[in-house]
């Protein structure tokens, strides 16, 4: 039935339900604010402000999420806090495990039903949680899977920061196979694009790095943002006096390809983001990563490793390769094995220091660029 054959308050309240919903940023939740924050927010409940502490020392140093086990703080103060600070923000819709119980990939619905997904991938001496911070993504890589469905919404900086709790929660809890543990890294290269969604992101990461009980204590030099080149973006996030890993998605050395497969080049051409990237290494003193899917007969040729490794030599980079995973009806796939053992050889002529990224996750449609979130 089309929608003006609807009766009027059906169509309505149809108009009104999608309206309020899809697309909506969540309530605010304790993952929300700053210590300062809560403390507000605490008060604003008519409640004294050491509440905030009790609060955040449950929710971020032990990792306790059930109210029930917070023995300082019960009764009616408690339960006004968890009303009002508490929301359920993420639900979890379905967990999926591969690489013998090492990796863990988390659907999680959204409050307006938006889907998303984080990875926890556990290496023999560290745990990386791979988190989202959009729901979808606006930027349009045709290979990778999110850019196909475009943009839902920003995600909220609980929405980013939860997800590595949750992550934290499994692994403290002895979910994840190897027994408790504590994540060691952090990397926005999930769904969505971090520095399009700055403010929420930062404040995200702000709160990962904070001491316990503001935050996770996490160190800075453990948190990855990957983008796809947001020159001013990246410029700003030089300035925020803290040293996160900055991943610079390239995939092409000339700006002819990265016009197709980053179409956001034609606006940031790639000497632009070198620059910024440069700048961004002279002012953290953090080597950059270069993100640098191989996609056969697409961008791996000989010239293109040349190329590539031209422009990045003698600079503070790593380069990451990674064998592209073909995402559904795609027409292009991985390297050959030649191919990208040709390309590594082509950059370390140059000396740039390069690695393959392994490709964890990826039967459980867990790796780089296939989190679709097919789930309905
Ligand atoms: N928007 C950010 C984070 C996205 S995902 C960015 O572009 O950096 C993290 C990495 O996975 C990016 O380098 C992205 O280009 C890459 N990626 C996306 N789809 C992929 C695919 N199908 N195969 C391999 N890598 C992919």
Redesign the pocket.
């Known amino acids: 039935m089309a929608s003006k054959d609807l009766p009027l308050s059906t169509k309505r309240e149809f108009v009104e339900r999608s309206a309020k919903k899809r697309g909506t940023l969540p309530p605010q939740h304790l993952s929300d604010l700053t210590l300062a924050e809560r403390k507000d927010a605490v008060s604003a409940l008519g409640l004294p402000g050491f509440r905030a502490d009790q609060l955040s020392r449950h929710w971020y140093g032990r990792l306790e999420d059930d109210p029930a086990a917070w023995t300082d703080l019960t009764g009616g103060p408690r339960d006004k806090i968890v009303d009002a600070l508490l929301p359920p923000i993420l639900t979890p819709v379905r967990a999926l495990t591969c690489d013998g119980g090492t990796t863990l990939k988390q659907v999680w619905r959204l409050h307006d039903d938006a889907l998303v997904e984080s990875v926890l991938m556990r290496y023999p001496n560290r745990v990386t949680m791979c988190v989202s911070s959009q729901a979808g993504?606006a930027?349009n890589?045709p290979?990778?899977?999110t850019g196909q469905a475009g943009l839902t919404r920003n995600m909220s900086t609980a929405e980013i920061v939860e997800q590595v709790l949750a992550g934290a929660r499994a692994l403290q809890r002895g979910e994840v196979a190897g027994g408790p543990g504590r994540i060691s890294n952090v990397v926005?290269?999930g769904m969505?694009?971090?520095l399009a969604n700055y403010n929420r992101v930062v404040k995200a990461l702000r709160m990962l790095t904070s001491e316990a009980p503001e935050g996770l204590g996490m160190s800075a030099r453990g948190i990855t943002v990957?983008?796809?080149g947001l020159v001013p973006r990246i410029r700003q996030l030089a300035g925020e006096g803290l040293p996160f890993t900055l991943?610079v998605?390239l995939?092409a050395p000339d700006d002819e390809l990265r016009n197709e497969l980053v179409p956001i080049n034609n606006r940031y051409p790639v000497a632009e983001v070198l620059d910024a990237a440069w700048e961004y290494t002279a002012r953290t003193k953090r080597r950059v990563s270069i993100?640098y899917?191989l996609i056969r007969d697409i961008n791996d040729q000989a010239d293109r490793a040349d190329q590539l490794g031209r422009l990045l030599a003698g600079h503070l980079v790593h380069v990451n390769l990674?064998p592209?995973?073909p995402?559904p009806g795609s027409k292009w796939t991985a390297s050959r094995p030649e191919s990208e053992r040709a390309f590594v050889r082509g950059l370390e002529s140059h000396g740039v220091p390069v690695t393959v990224r392994d490709t964890r996750g990826r039967e459980i449609d867990g790796a780089?660029?296939?989190l679709a979130a097919t789930t309905s």
């Open positions: 993504c930027m890589c290979f990778c899977a926005l290269m969505g694009e971090p990957s983008t796809v991943a998605s995939h993100e899917a990674i592209l995973n995402t780089c660029g296939q």
